[in-house]
């Protein structure tokens, strides 16, 4: 969800998760070391491969890297003999997540997964990775077998929204892409959205969902998914969807809305006289000045006694917003 904090006071309460990591990271040690990343098609998803003399001496956990200075996409490490001492052995839509290139240079990092939460579930988009022959019979993909190759493969690792990955199934190379991942957020409350974008595979708590990259391709198909389970729902209750006037989408947890007597009906949806309406809705406001909103119901709900704080330029936007949603 985009979101603009006005001040200090809005984002110390929106999400203290990060002062805790940032605090854990500070004090934990770093090391770093400069690798040559090679393309080497390994066909393992989800790591690297490095020299065996790099390897920590007293460590029997699942070590994580990543390259430079922030941690977009991790990789767990594997020790291969055959890889050069001054390398790091990616596959192709490896060095595409990290936005590196065959013989680049750059400086990685030891990942400390402690605040990643448990996945779970992960939905993918997949396809084919290579498009069958003109007037080939559309290729169906095994969804059982993909999710059993990427419980197997994925187990301890952990994956990012939007990461590329290439698994062979049958002897075929699929690609997938990570769209929605699901976590438990300690910080997530009766009125906030959960901030989760990264989360670690349980093979026996992970839940995998796949939908096609393309709906209306003819070329491949999904095996049939009709007993595959629903996306599970936020975790403490219903969610509106609310759409702005410049596009933009906000999940907002119905309760949060209860104030907002214009919204009524899609808080209220699936009950009494609005069991016919859908948990949707279209304001009259753009997203940055509908964000302020938010920073301000979560802060009377979060914190009824204290003032809310705010930059007066935005006064009259923010009264167009309240008269628009019917804020109380």
Not at 8 to 14: I, K, L, P, W
Not at 125 to 145: H, K, M, Q
Not at 150 to 158: D, P, S, T
Not at 211 to 230: G, Q
Request: glycine content about 4%; hydrophobic content about 40%.
């Amino acid at each position: 969800m985009p979101w603009v904090a006005n001040n200090n006071q809005a984002g110390e309460f929106r999400l203290p998760s990060h002062a805790a990591f940032l605090k854990s990271a500070q004090a934990s040690l770093s090391p770093m070391q400069t690798f040559r990343a090679q393309q080497y098609e390994h066909k393992v998803p989800f790591c690297v491969y490095l020299h065996p003399s790099h390897a920590p001496t007293q460590s029997s956990d699942a070590l994580f890297v990543y390259p430079r200075t922030y941690a977009q996409y991790v990789s767990q490490v594997r020790f291969l003999d055959d890889v050069p001492e001054d390398a790091v052995w990616c596959s192709s839509e490896q060095l595409i997540n990290l936005e590196l290139c065959d013989s680049q240079e750059a400086t990685w990092r030891w990942y400390n997964p402690a605040q990643d939460p448990v996945a779970a579930s992960i939905t993918f988009e997949i396809r084919p990775l290579v498009s069958p022959d003109n007037g080939t019979a559309p290729y169906v993909v095994d969804v059982a077998a993909v999710k059993s190759r990427l419980a197997e493969l994925g187990h301890g690792n952990i994956l990012t929204e939007n990461e590329r990955v290439v698994l062979y199934v049958h002897d075929m190379p699929l690609f997938l892409r990570v769209v929605h991942l699901e976590g438990h957020d300690p910080n997530e409350t009766e009125f906030t959205m959960p901030n989760v974008f990264r989360g670690r595979v349980d093979a026996a708590t992970t839940s995998f969902h796949l939908v096609k990259e393309n709906p209306d391709s003819d070329e491949y198909a999904l095996s049939d998914t009709a007993d595959d389970d629903p996306l599970p729902a936020s975790f403490k209750g219903s969610v509106v969807n609310v759409y702005t006037n410049d596009d933009e989408m906000f999940p907002v947890k119905k309760k949060l809305l209860w104030p907002c007597i214009k919204l009524t009906s899609a808080v209220m949806a699936g009950h009494g006289i609005h069991k016919d309406k859908a948990s949707v809705v279209h304001v009259d406001v753009d997203c940055l000045t509908f964000d302020r909103v938010l920073l301000y119901l979560e802060h009377a709900a979060l914190h009824p006694d204290d003032s809310f704080q705010f930059d007066p330029h935005f006064t009259d936007g923010l009264l167009h917003a309240a008269r628009t949603v019917g804020c109380q």
